[in-house]
């Protein structure tokens, strides 16, 4: 149960959100991602549906692409994997592509290279305006998070996003994860 000042944690594992385009350019002409499961935020869904991602260094064969299609194309990846890659990802709120790294994307009816797009994602908190509310939170603020693990740590600069879309969920990626001894489901205490 989630009590006043808790938050619970979500892993963000690499993934992929792509344009309706570049759906159809992997995937072939009219097609539609299929829903594999349901995610934390309403809505959003991990695809059934998988993109090759090929860097200058590496190439990880089973990129899963979180659903519905958006209007650019973004990976998100942790720091560890863009050294895989061989790619310098800069560390960016989602949708922050601008000048980002660049990657080839390879599906079962084509491929694409995108200029930019390649970004580890900042940690952050989504929170449902009534939420945000709740805990005095304004859209953007910069929090901080203690986890009380057995390797306890406090999250500095976690960015606060707020909408009635959304539902109280944080999310940090694997490296951050890996170091913490963080797994999905477990809960923080947001400080400030």
Do not use: C, W
């Not at 993109?51 to 190439?59: D, E, L, M, N, S």
């Not at 990880?60 to 958006?70: N, W």
Request: charge should be negative; avoid cysteine; aromatic fraction near 6%.
């Amino acid at each position: 149960m989630i009590h006043k000042k808790e938050v619970t944690i979500g892993v963000s594992a690499r993934h992929i959100h792509l344009s309706q385009e570049h759906v159809e350019v992997l995937f072939g002409k009219g097609y539609e991602l299929t829903e594999m499961k349901p995610l934390s935020q309403p809505g959003q869904y991990a695809a059934n549906e998988t993109v090759a991602v090929i860097g200058p260094k590496g190439t990880f064969a089973k990129v899963r692409i979180l659903g519905p299609a958006r209007k650019q194309t973004q990976l998100e990846v942790s720091r560890t994997d863009a050294f895989a890659l061989g790619v310098n990802a800069p560390l960016r709120e989602s949708g922050d592509t601008k000048g980002s790294a660049g990657i080839k994307l390879q599906g079962p009816a084509g491929e694409v290279t995108i200029e930019e797009g390649v970004i580890v994602a900042a940690r952050h908190i989504h929170f449902h305006t009534s939420d945000a509310e709740r805990f005095g939170i304004a859209d953007k603020q910069s929090l901080r998070v203690r986890f009380n693990g057995e390797r306890g740590v406090v999250f500095e600069h976690v960015i606060a996003r707020v909408s009635d879309q959304f539902a109280l969920d944080m999310h940090i990626d694997t490296d951050e994860a890996n170091a913490a001894g963080v797994k999905n489901g477990d809960t923080a205490e947001i400080l400030d």
